[in-house]
T-cell receptor, first 116, second 114 residues
Framework: GAVVSQHPSRVICKSGTSVKIECRSL??????MFWYRQFPKQSLMLMAT?????????EQGVEKDKFLINHASLTLSTLTVTSAHPEDSSFYIC????????????FGQGTRLTVV | AQKVTQAQTEISVVEKEDVTLDCVYE???????LFWYKQPPSGELVFLIR??????QNEISGRYSWNFQKSTSSFNFTITASQVVDSAVYFC???????????FGAGTRLAVHP
């Protein structure tokens, strides 16, 4: 199956700093990528839809200025957590589709962010 | 509105028991897709199955089987002869409305004990 690579898998950062997470589709072009957040023992909540070449679409309640998304190419989307705080500590996971509607989403390995 | 309900928060079984994970979905769209994913302790999501709304045939893959019933808006997942390696969180998810956004259920944590 298609492969989506997410990096880093774990990151610890100091409060107030910014952290960038990368999501790459390795063997297909992803016009759309999705970013999810998962708190411990909870479900995945969609944060935003990343569209190649255009602005991301954020879900209600997600701060655009806090979670910056860039989808500069068909194989790479980045999520930057700006001015991170301990409450931003979570598991972030991306997914990518080939662009066809209702196709299987391929997930990255996830990034566990800890803000200290 | 689209919604996925997994009423079972946690299930604990002994190895070799059969276990069924329930999933009930809501959507007004006639075309939609249902998924099951497995999330082991490592965190990554493992795709198990995708089923479209026009295909109500049940599916069996090894020890796994799925029962899709549109009449009750359910897409249940059964593991036969469970094994310790089946211990994970299982998510049911829905895609509909011509978008690729996955709507996840709350997940069911399955613990299989030796």
């Amino acid at each position: 199956g298609a492969v989506v690579s997410q990096h880093p898998s774990r990151v610890i950062c100091k409060s107030g700093t910014s952290v960038k997470i990368e999501c790459r589709s390795l063997d297909f072009q992803a016009t759309t990528m999705f970013w999810y957040r998962q708190f411990p023992k909870q479900s995945l909540m969609l944060m935003a839809t990343s569209n190649e070449g255009s602005k991301a679409t954020y879900e209600q309640g997600v701060e655009k200025d806090k979670f910056l998304i860039n989808h500069a190419s068909l194989t790479l989307s980045t999520l930057t957590v700006t001015s991170a705080h301990p409450e931003d500590s979570s598991f972030y996971i991306c997914s990518a589709n080939s662009g066809m509607v209702n196709t299987e989403a391929f997930f990255g390995q996830g990034t566990r962010l800890t803000v200290v | 509105a689209q919604k996925v309900t997994q009423a079972q928060t946690e299930i604990s079984v002994v190895e070799k028991e059969d276990v069924t994970l329930d999933c009930v979905y809501e959507t007004r769209d006639t075309t939609y897709y249902l998924f099951w994913y497995k999330q082991p302790p490592s965190g990554e999501l493992v795709f198990l199955i995708r089923r479209n709304s026009f295909d109500e045939q049940n599916e069996i893959s090894g020890r796994y089987s799925w029962n899709f019933q549109k009449s009750t808006s359910s897409f249940n997942f059964t593991i036969t002869a469970s094994q310790v390696v089946d211990s994970a969180v299982y998510f049911c998810a829905l895609v509909s409305g011509g978008y690729n956004k996955l709507i996840f259920g709350a997940g069911t944590r399955l613990a299989v004990h030796p």
